[in-house]
């Protein structure tokens, strides 16, 4: 008896519960169906005046070279010439440029030893001396489309203070003749080992190639976020090389669209480095075009992790709470569903469109408000949710100032172009003029916003391994 008295009593209680509840139905949204037009994106141009000094060059050139040049240490060689030469490097290389041309100098010890037999039954007669010259050369640089450094080097003889002489039985010999008639061959011989030490040491392909791959790979740069960077390169320009007394200055830049994404990481096609763009001249300063995409999923999440469980005060008496929230987006129009029970139970839509205030450096939903058949169904049966703060509430938590962010941005580009170096082979320097941002959209697949940064860079390659 107990148990039939009871079962009806809780009945009775949870249909006083539930109509203390208001139940709103309300069809989804209509959406516009006119087209988006997208924020119309330029690629991005990173001009990178690249440097090679001559130090790095003199360390390559003369790994390859070895410290003996030539070496006839008898005087039976060369047809009994009665003649010993032996040339010694004996430092760096001297370099100076002038346009596309290089003077190269390398300074040699010589070893001259000459014999002289008057008769066969007379004594020989030898003598021996060392003295210093030095070796020149002039190079012409270009770079070719496959990336390949062209060099034609021609010798230009010994630079000598002073001309050796040595008397040798009735003979004055002038040693620097003897010498350069004697290594003609050899001098040709070392402008092809030049030649080919530079084409081959100066392997500028190879950084490109590795620059170019390691771009085009997603890199998390917050995890708190799920911020990821990463580049679709297009071309790589460059201009002639130019040679002055301390370096060869290579001025190239990077066309290419430079990309942001929240959420899950990208996958972005690996492509090829291309052959070299040769152009008359290239901007001094760099061109960027960062777009930053916050795909739906992530904004949802971020939404959730602000709203849900979170109870709104909408009246003195009447307060609803967040079950759960969805953003998306159609037609141009950022759409938030949003689940709630308590004063009213019911899935209502607030939409807007993502806009920028310049002024207050804000990013926020432009005509933020209830969807319009939420309103129809709210004034049916709750109009008071229409009065209360929840939108505002809102509202004010889906704007944004980035002043922060872009002062946090600049900041960490200066650092980056003050100095950078990667694994002691680059190092870069530069400057910003200007972070802004050009405009923010929204699709079906995620909020848009284009940042535009400009100012100046150059990179200068501190060392060759080969």
């Not at 460059?238 to 990208?266: F, W, Y």
């Not at 971020?302 to 159609?330: N, P, W």
């Not at 058949?373 to 509202?395: E, G, V, Y």
């Not at 200066?414 to 870069?428: A, F, H, R, S, V």
Request: with cysteine.
């Amino acid at each position: 008896m107990k148990k039939q008295f009871f079962y009806p009593f809780i009945f009775f209680w949870l249909l006083v519960f539930a109509s203390c509840q208001k139940t709103v139905v309300v069809a989804p949204p209509e959406y516009n169906a006119v087209p988006v037009e997208p924020i119309l994106r330029e690629p991005s141009l990173i001009s990178i005046p690249v440097s090679i000094p001559y130090e790095t060059v003199k360390q390559s050139v003369k790994k390859s070279l070895g410290d003996v040049l030539y070496d006839d240490d008898s005087f039976e060689n060369n047809d009994n010439d009665d003649i010993k030469i032996k040339v010694t490097q004996t430092g760096d290389l001297r370099l100076i440029g002038h346009k596309e041309y290089i003077k190269v100098g390398l300074p040699v010890k010589v070893f001259f030893a000459g014999r002289y037999i008057a008769c066969d039954f007379c004594p020989e007669i030898s003598k021996s001396t060392t003295f210093e010259m030095e070796a020149e050369f002039i190079s012409r640089i270009s770079l070719e489309t496959n990336w390949r450094l062209n060099t034609t080097t021609e010798s230009n003889g010994f630079v000598i203070k002073k001309d050796p002489y040595m008397t040798l039985g009735p003979l004055n010999i002038n040693i620097r003749l003897v010498v350069e008639k004697v290594l003609k061959k050899q001098l040709a011989d070392l402008t092809k080992l030049l030649d080919n030490t530079l084409r081959e040491n100066v392997n500028l392909k190879a950084y490109a190639e590795t620059a170019w791959k390691e771009l085009q790979n997603p890199i998390l740069a917050d995890s708190t976020y799920n911020a990821w960077l990463y580049f679709t390169p297009q071309e790589f320009w460059m201009t002639p090389l130019v040679a002055d007394r301390e370096k060869i200055t290579i001025k190239g830049a990077l066309l290419t669209h430079v990309n942001t994404q929240l959420g899950a990481k990208p996958i972005n096609k690996i492509t090829k480095l291309p052959g070299l763009t040769l152009k008359e001249s290239i901007p001094q300063a760099f061109r960027l075009e960062m777009p930053v995409d916050i795909d739906y999923a992530e904004a949802t999440r971020q939404a959730r992790l602000a709203f849900k469980d979170s109870v709104f005060a909408v009246t003195s008496k009447k307060s609803v709470r967040i079950d759960d929230i969805e953003v998306y987006g159609r037609g141009g129009e950022v759409f938030i569903k949003t689940r709630m029970s308590g004063a009213v139970r019911a899935t209502v839509y607030l939409k807007g469109k993502p806009a920028f205030n310049p002024e207050k450096a804000e990013i926020y939903f432009e005509n933020f408000d209830f969807e319009l058949n939420t309103k129809q169904a709210m004034l049916k049966a709750a109009s008071w949710l229409l009065k209360s703060t929840l939108r505002k509430k809102m509202d004010a938590a889906f704007r944004y100032n980035i002043a922060e962010d872009l002062n946090g941005a600049s900041a960490a580009i200066k650092t980056y172009l003050n100095g950078y170096t990667y694994q002691d082979i680059l190092e870069m320097k530069g400057s910003l003029g200007k972070l802004v941002l050009k405009g923010i959209s929204a699709d079906e697949y995620a909020i848009k916003a284009v940042f535009y940064a400009e100012g100046k860079a150059s990179v200068k390659i501190i060392n060759l391994s080969f």
